[in-house]
């Protein structure tokens, strides 16, 4: 293995690597994440930088796309990311939401920052 590579996989070990990670997300944590949205009280939203088509491309895959009323993407977001105040204000505007009585889950530490 070249310097600086250790512990990366490459071809058909990283194949079989990313298919066990699938079946693992797809048959362990999924269910989980399903389970803990169904008891999440309140309505909810996703909220990303990525866009829409993206978004409901994974949730549909998760099978949890149930659990959301709408996405606010990158595009209603007129472009302008996470973690920039401005898009929290107007996501919380559009869907009506008091950021006092709210909760946001967030993959990337610096995005709650703002929130």
Request: with cysteine.
């Amino acid at each position: 293995m070249p310097p600086g590579k250790a512990g990366s996989l490459t071809g058909p070990g990283q194949l079989c690597y990313q298919a066990g990670m699938t079946e693992l997300v797809l048959s362990v944590i999924v269910p989980a994440l399903d389970a803990a949205l169904t008891r999440l009280e309140g309505r909810k939203f996703i909220f990303t930088n990525a866009t829409l088509r993206h978004a409901e491309g994974v949730v549909a895959r998760l099978g949890v796309g149930h659990h959301f009323e709408r996405v606010f993407d990158i595009v209603a977001a007129d472009f302008l990311p996470k973690p920039d105040p401005a898009t929290y204000r107007a996501m919380v505007d559009t869907f009506g939401v008091n950021p006092e009585r709210a909760a946001l889950f967030e993959d990337i530490a610096r995005n709650l920052e703002p929130a």
